[in-house]
């Protein structure tokens, strides 16, 4: 089974080193800073890994380098041409190193002795205008005896390259942004990412090549092609680990795949090939030693979604947002730690940047969350790179690498603009592209405006004079991210001119002839409009005649595209008025008004304050109709007429005076007029009416005002005289018993009239005679001498009689008494009342020699009295018969015999079978 091997970002220098080397990798680089002067400015930026192990005899890096630069001899191919000239050697500076220590656990002893320096030198240099580039070329007589894949390695120096754009370029090399050199477990796939990041965005492509073979110091000139090394028989660069070992790398991320099947130290190299528009525009590389060792049985972390390592590609559009979590998990159950790198995280290089999770830890199992909202302009040919990395805890420590890829897509671009490509001036055209399904249009035009339809997939744009016209447009989606433009031209034709003539003035029944000299030019179509008025609508020069003011257009046509201008033609008293015909009253005036000249003359003159203005004051005695003669500015005359109808006032008929009850009411009543109005107002059911009712609290007189239809008013009254209400008074409430009746009396008036009529003697009298059977209210209508009436009532209650009760009959033995109880009243008379201790109270003892019946006369509180009987039945004494005296034997028995009775009770009962029977 293959197994996933950790990258280590270290080297391990072998111990059987043979000669006295240091280095064991490293990369050469340049920055463009900008122009200074006639120059242009450069950093070189030199990376070197530096042994500085016991094995070293130079273990701390040196303080500077040196770097050759060489001039390009031709261009448009920066890896052709012959050998190179030397053009300067600059000494480069160390601007930083640091300690690499491998990533082991304490207690695992693989990779402890490991030292590596990395130590990074910058100069910057002021290099002339070149239109075929530089190169910068380092080497160093470093490279140690004990690399397994070269021939000779102890005699082979060490040397890397870059190529540097043409001056006017502008570019920057890629700049890796890991420590690449790992040491490797014999029989496992380790993967390395060669992250890269090129500041202009340019396409990279990775790929294997041969090492460079140094010469010990810099030549001059530099030899081209460069000499490569040699590799020992079994080696190449497609096997830098011979027989049965595995190398391959990704062209588009640099992420690389190592395995060896032996132990040892191997060379491979990687290079950069930097396109810009499918142009070579850069070339740089890095050299690798890498170790390979035996170590402990460790897997590598498992990436969740894809089992192992390698490249996961995305594809979005600008404003979309990509959401994915990360997992790693590791076999052994190893502590795990995930970090990730890129551009894309930079807020410097990305706004806004993606978001991670990053350095994230976790037992075996780690996890992160990556997320990102393309923002607009986002989008580009290549795509956005990171990379993540997941190392776990064992010995040695084991990493899985995963590449990710984001292709951000522009907007869809509309696909065409529909419509006219050549219009007349100041005129309109519609103009459309096909939909795209949620997004917008942003339309640009010059030479004219847009009139309606921003935003839309169809516009109306509104052309201006002539010339050249053109119509941009692009999308946008949902988020208002632009797409591409696409435009079109528009050649906006010149119009004939057209001369419609001077404005004029006319008085009404008078012509002019219209057009100028000329109208239009020769052989142009000419037609006016309106029709009306003119001789002739399709010359240049018609008779015009028209009876309002008219405002002619003329429409001057060379075949291509028609001019218009216009003319008015003003025409005198047109507009003469008098006014409308109005009424007045007699003995009144109104104020005439004439409109539409500058002076008026008004005839006849009778009953007008001044014949000679535009509003005199009319007061004519008859009806009378006024005729003015009317002069405007342009001494046109005319004249109109009014009639002023004098209309009389109206002749009232009201309703005579008269007297009512007070409290009653009375219909008023007028004639005579079409509007009517009453005053006071106060006790009328509706003032503003011919016929009111009235109702008046006191005498009244109420006044009417009555208009015509000219509104001529005239006024009338009558006058409403109240009569005092007679006082009826009735007798005072009563009381009788049911069965009973009471004589009612009434006075105040000379007639009345009881209500209701049940139980009365006379309901037409003052004093009838009330049997009512239940509590009645008799109202009383008493009328006076003048009819007036009022009333008042009387209130008989009648009372229920009392319910007497003497009690249940009774029977009582001769010689005894029972007391007699009566219920129902409030006093009591018994009779008879020879038997009773006492005949006046509810309850007398009762002791009669016979049979008697009593009867009780119960009165109540009210006087109602009622009775009731009770039986009190006396009955003899019985005769009694018992057997004789006897005389038995002791222990003996005798039976008892009584009779003439019903019942028996002996006593006492000592030796008695049942003292309850007549026989015991």
């Not at 202009?200 to 990775?206: K, R, V």
């Not at 302009?377 to 990493?399: E, H, I, R, W």
Request: hydrophobic share 35%.
């Amino acid at each position: 089974m293959i197994k996933r091997v950790l990258i280590l970002f270290v080297a391990i220098i072998s111990s059987g080193y043979l000669f006295a080397s240091h280095l064991v990798g490293g990369s050469l680089g340049y920055e463009y800073m900008g122009q200074v002067g006639a120059n242009y400015r450069y950093k070189i930026i030199l990376t070197v890994y530096n042994n500085c192990d016991n094995n070293s005899q130079i273990p701390i890096p040196v303080a500077s380098h040196n770097v050759s630069i060489y001039q390009q001899d031709i261009g448009g191919n920066p890896m052709g041409g012959g050998n190179k000239s030397l053009f300067q050697t600059v000494s480069v500076p160390i601007v930083d190193s640091n300690l690499v220590q491998p990533p082991v656990s304490s207690g695992c002893a693989v990779g402890q002795s490991v030292c590596i320096y990395k130590a990074v030198y910058e100069t910057l240099v002021d290099l002339p205008l070149n239109f075929n580039g530089y190169h910068l070329y380092f080497e160093n007589f470093a490279r140690n005896a004990a690399i397994t894949n070269l021939l000779n390695p102890g005699g082979t120096a060490m040397a890397f390259h870059a190529y540097i754009a043409p001056s006017l370029v502008n570019n920057s090399s890629p700049v890796f942004q890991d420590d690449p050199v790992p040491f490797l477990c014999v029989n496992d796939t380790v993967s390395i990412l060669n992250t890269a990041i090129d500041p202009d965005g340019d396409q990279l492509i990775f790929s294997f090549v041969t090492p460079f073979q140094g010469a010990g110091q810099a030549p001059s000139p530099l030899p081209w092609t460069i000499p490569a090394v040699n590799y020992n028989g079994g080696y190449s660069t497609a096997q830098p680990f011979g027989a049965g070992g595995f190398s391959f790398i990704n062209g588009a991320t640099g992420l690389t795949q190592y395995m060896s099947p032996t132990t040892g130290n191997f060379v491979v190299a990687v290079e950069i090939r930097e396109y810009r528009n499918g142009n070579l525009i850069g070339v740089s590389r890095r050299d690798l030693q890498l170790l390979v060792i035996t170590c402990p049985p460790n897997p590598a972390p498992n990436l969740s979604n894809t089992g192992g390592s390698g490249v996961t590609q995305y594809t979005i559009s600008e404003c979309d947002n990509l959401t994915f979590p990360i997992t790693f998990t590791d076999p052994n159950g190893d502590s795990l730690t995930l970090t990730a790198t890129g551009q894309i995280f930079d807020p410097n290089f990305m706004n806004p940047p993606a978001t991670i999770n990053s350095p994230v830890t976790g037992a075996a199992t780690v996890t992160s969350n990556f997320s990102w909202t393309a923002p607009c302009g986002s989008a580009q040919a290549l795509p956005y790179q990171f990379s993540v990395s997941a190392t776990d805890d064992g010995c040695p420590p084991k990493t899985t690498n995963e590449v990710y890829q984001i292709t951000v897509e522009p907007p869809t671009p509309p696909d065409t603009i529909i419509g006219p490509l050549t219009v007349c001036p100041n005129t309109t055209a519609s103009y459309t592209t096909s939909p795209i399904s949620g997004y917008t249009f942003n339309w640009v035009v010059t030479g004219g405006t847009v009139a309606s339809g921003q935003g839309t997939d169809s516009i109306t744009v509104n052309w201006g004079s002539s010339g050249t016209g053109t119509i941009t447009l692009n999308s946008l989606n949902g988020c208002g991210c632009p797409s591409d433009v696409i435009s079109i031209s528009v050649n906006i034709l010149p119009s004939p001119f057209a001369d419609a003539g001077n404005d004029t003035t006319i008085c009404l029944g008078d012509s002019v002839q219209l057009g100028g000299s000329p109208t239009g030019p020769g052989g142009s179509t000419i037609t006016w409009s309106p029709t009306t008025g003119l001789s002739n609508p399709n010359i240049a020069n018609p008779i015009a005649f028209p009876s309002s003011t008219t405002t002619y257009i003329v429409t001057v046509d060379n075949g291509i595209c028609p001019t218009t201008d216009t003319v008015t033609v003003f025409v005198g008293s047109a507009l003469i008025n008098a006014g409308n015909d109005t009424t007045m009253c007699i003995g009144d005036s109104v104020q005439l008004n004439a409109t539409g000249g500058v002076s008026y003359s008004w005839s006849p003159t009778t009953g007008l304050s001044n014949p000679n203005i535009a509003n005199p004051i009319a007061f004519p005695n008859t009806t009378t109709t006024y005729v003015v003669t009317v002069t405007d500015s342009l001494s046109c005359t005319g004249v109109d007429s009014i009639t002023v109808t004098v209309v009389s006032p109206p002749v009232i008929t009201i309703t005579n005076d008269t007297t009512i009850c007070d409290g009653a009411c009375v219909q008023l009543n007028a004639t005579g007029g079409t509007s009517y109005s009453w005053s006071p107002t106060t006790g009328l059911s509706n003032p503003n009416i011919a016929n009111p009712i009235a109702c008046p609290t006191v005498n009244t007189t109420y006044v009417v005002t009555v208009s015509n239809a000219a509104n001529c008013m005239n006024t009338d009254s009558v006058t409403i005289t109240l009569n005092p209400l007679p006082t009826i008074t009735a007798s005072n409430d009563t009381t009788i018993c049911d069965g009973a009746c009471v004589q009612l009396n009434a006075t105040g008036g000379t007639s009345y009239s009881w209500s209701p009529t049940t139980g009365l003697s006379n309901p037409n009298i003052a004093n009838p005679t009330a049997c009512p059977t239940v509590t009645t209210t008799y109202v009383v209508t008493g009328t006076d001498a003048n009819n007036c009436t009022n009333t008042d009532t009387v209130v008989v209650t009648v009372s229920p009689l009392p319910t007497a009760n003497a009690g249940n009959d009774t029977t009582i033995c001769i010689g005894d008494s029972v007391q007699l109880n009566a219920t129902g009243g409030a006093s009591y008379t018994w009779t008879p009342a020879g038997s009773l201790t006492n005949p006046n109270i509810a309850n007398p003892i009762a002791f009669p020699n016979t049979t008697t019946t009593y009867v009780v006369t119960v009165t109540d509180g009210l006087g109602c009295v009622d009775t009731d009987t009770v039986i009190v039945t006396v009955a003899s004494l019985p005769v009694i018969t018992i057997t004789n005296d006897t005389t038995i034997c002791d222990g003996a028995c005798a039976q008892l015999n009584a009779t003439g009775g019903t019942t028996y009770s002996w006593s006492p009962t000592t030796g008695l079978s049942n003292p309850n029977i007549a026989n015991p």
